[in-house]
Nanobody, 114 residues
Framework: QVQLVESGGGLVQPGGSLRLSCTASRSIFSITMVWHRQAPGKQREFVAFITSSHSTNYADSVKGRFTISRDNAKNTVYLQMNSLKPEDTAVYYC?????????WGKGTPVTVSS
């Protein structure tokens, strides 16, 4: 079993920045960590991932604005979000996958509004 705790969400004005964190109860050293988000009334969608070798990939909608990073010593993955837009409003979740098991946190809400 893996527990994930996301934090760092909140209310921010358009153009602002937030840094999300996701801390795992187990080592993330060999794990590809993934951020997803779910906007009200929409399906959960992929945002970004980072592999154990620090390769990254992003959804087109956030490319150039969001940066994913990891600190294995802290079992934590981060999502730096800049130039936020109202359409980035969602609950943000991180995912930890081992074999065929997916573990999710409870999410942290992000609201982008003036």
């Amino acid at each position: 079993q893996v527990q994930l705790v996301e934090s760092g969400g909140g209310l921010v004005q358009p153009g602002g920045s937030l840094r999300l964190s996701c801390t795992a109860s187990r080592s993330i050293f060999s794990i590809t960590m993934v951020w997803h988000r779910q906007a009200p009334g929409k399906q959960r969608e992929f945002v970004a991932f980072i592999t154990s070798s620090h390769s990254t990939n992003y959804a087109d909608s956030v490319k150039g604005r969001f940066t994913i990073s990891r600190d294995n010593a802290k079992n934590t993955v981060y999502l730096q979000m800049n130039s936020l837009k109202p359409e980035d409003t969602a609950v943000y979740y991180c995912r930890y996958t081992v074999g065929n098991m997916n573990y999710w946190g409870k999410g942290t809400p992000v609201t982008v509004s003036s």
